[in-house]
């Protein structure tokens, strides 16, 4: 996991903003929530940082919009004073938000255009799927930096060419062995789009491999063109397993606030048959604890209970209340363990081997020095980032 979320230790602040977040409020709950964010009283230069630090500032925004829980501008505000009231700032910064989800949108139709113009029909992936949503809801509050769309290896150089016929720019080649193709980026617009040949990385194709979530993906058509979408329960499953298998949350013992959010939106529905088939496939593929101590995390944090029935051993009991512990640890010890795991787990013989097509016994100082030649050219810049998880 290339960041580190920041240091949780107001627990009212994130109790708050947790029933700000929750799915579905009650109508008393609402009530409540207003009189508590329309009191004098109440810290509203407190929350928003720290919904911003956890990356949830557009769902904070979406969610105080769609509720109405947003202060009412006082009449009579002379022009300063009403471009900095709590409300101006937040309207000015969904604006600046739904600006950026526009850009990607557009790419992202143009991509569809191209690729289906080819013969391709891509899966879109994390947070890809949601900007094919044209409703108002949750979703269209997700952050997302870059376009993800899974292809089939085969298809690959026609994918690249197609996108690169309308325009689009591919980084040079890292020689690296990886999930998905060099990033592409379009010329005065924002992000990047990163074609995937593998759905997840290998530590997340332990539990969910790039053929069974081809199988469960069905077509979405929109205006631009049609692509794949995994239903909700399986995109659930996926997101759920970029954190804590993918970027390794699960092992590093990471609270991980964002993507929690999206799990609980995405499952919020689900039957009980839907349910079981997670939990059933899971502890197939011998990884039931990633997926009960992700709910327990829910539960604690963002007062969502645990699916009736999920059998929850003690492991998972205790990795949950470790991220939770760990989450409120002194920062310079988080940022000291958060290096020492990600130079431990990078620089491995396990993770080298994969990355360079060698054999792992044969890892040694020599690789170790090019990959680490390679990441300071490669993260020239966003050393800090890369390093401590922090900007």
């Known amino acids: 996991?290339?960041?580190?979320?920041?240091?949780?230790?107001?627990r009212a602040l994130l109790a708050t903003l947790a029933t700000i977040l929750v799915p579905e409020p009650s109508t008393t709950a609402l009530a409540q929530l207003r009189q508590r964010l329309y009191?004098?009283?109440f810290n509203w230069s407190a929350l928003v940082p720290f919904a911003a630090g956890q990356d949830l500032l557009p769902p904070l925004i979406w969610a105080l919009q769609s509720r109405h829980l947003l202060l009412p501008i006082p009449k009579g505000l002379n022009p300063t004073r009403r471009a900095s009231f709590i409300t101006t700032r937040l309207q000015d910064a969904n604006t600046i938000y739904q600006g950026h989800r526009q850009d990607l949108r557009g790419q992202l139709q143009a991509c569809l255009s191209a690729l289906?113009?080819?013969?391709?029909?891509?899966?879109?992936?994390?947070?890809?799927?949601?900007?094919?949503?044209?409703?108002?809801?949750?979703?269209?509050?997700?952050?997302?930096?870059?376009?993800?769309?899974?292809?089939?290896?085969?298809?690959?150089?026609?994918?690249?060419?197609?996108?690169?016929?309308?325009?689009?720019?591919?980084?040079?080649?890292?020689?690296?062995?990886?999930?998905?193709?060099?990033?592409?980026r379009l010329a005065g617009h924002i992000g990047a789009v990163e074609l995937?040949?593998?759905?997840?990385?290998?530590?997340?194709?332990?539990?969910?491999?790039?053929?069974?979530?081809?199988?469960?993906?069905?077509?979405?058509?929109?205006?631009?063109?049609?692509?794949?979408?995994?239903?909700?329960?399986?995109?659930?499953?996926?997101?759920?397993?970029h954190h804590q298998a993918s970027d390794d949350g699960y092992n590093q013992r990471i609270l991980a606030l964002k993507p929690l959010w999206e799990f609980i939106c995405l499952t919020r529905s689900?039957?009980?048959?839907?349910?079981?088939?997670?939990?059933?496939?899971?502890a197939a593929e011998n990884g039931l604890d990633l997926l009960t101590s992700w709910?327990?995390?829910?539960?604690?944090?963002?007062?969502?209970?645990?699916?009736?029935?999920?059998?929850?051993?003690?492991?998972?009991?205790?990795?949950?209340?470790?991220?939770?512990?760990?989450?409120?640890?002194?920062?310079?010890?988080?940022r000291v363990r958060f290096l020492t795991r990600q130079l431990l787990r990078g620089f491995s013989a396990e993770m080298l081997a994969m990355r360079y097509r060698v054999p792992a016994n044969t890892v040694g100082i020599t690789l170790r020095l090019r990959h680490l030649w390679f990441l300071l050219r490669r993260y020239r810049g966003h050393l800090r980032l890369r390093l401590l998880g922090q900007h």
């Open 116 to 184: 289906n113009a080819a013969g391709i029909t891509p899966l879109a992936l994390k947070g890809a799927r949601y900007l094919l949503d044209t409703g108002s809801g949750w979703s269209t509050a997700r952050p997302m930096r870059d376009i993800d769309l899974l292809i089939h290896p085969a298809q690959a150089q026609a994918a690249v060419a197609a996108l690169t016929g309308i325009g689009f720019m591919a980084d040079a080649p890292t020689g690296l062995q990886s999930h998905h193709l060099p990033e592409l």
């Open 39 to 41: 009191g004098a009283e």
């Open 1 to 10: 996991m290339e960041w580190l979320p920041p240091r949780l230790t107001d």
């Open 295 to 334: 709910c327990l995390q829910a539960e604690a944090v963002l007062n969502v209970p645990v699916p009736p029935g999920l059998a929850i051993s003690t492991a998972a009991r205790a990795q949950a209340a470790s991220c939770l512990t760990e989450a409120a640890q002194p920062e310079p010890l988080r």
């Open 196 to 241: 995937h040949t593998e759905a997840l990385s290998p530590a997340g194709r332990r539990f969910m491999s790039t053929c069974f979530i081809w199988q469960q993906a069905v077509p979405l058509t929109v205006a631009a063109g049609t692509a794949l979408v995994l239903p909700p329960a399986w995109q659930a499953l996926h997101a759920m397993l």
């Open 270 to 282: 689900l039957s009980a048959h839907e349910w079981q088939a997670l939990a059933d496939h899971m």
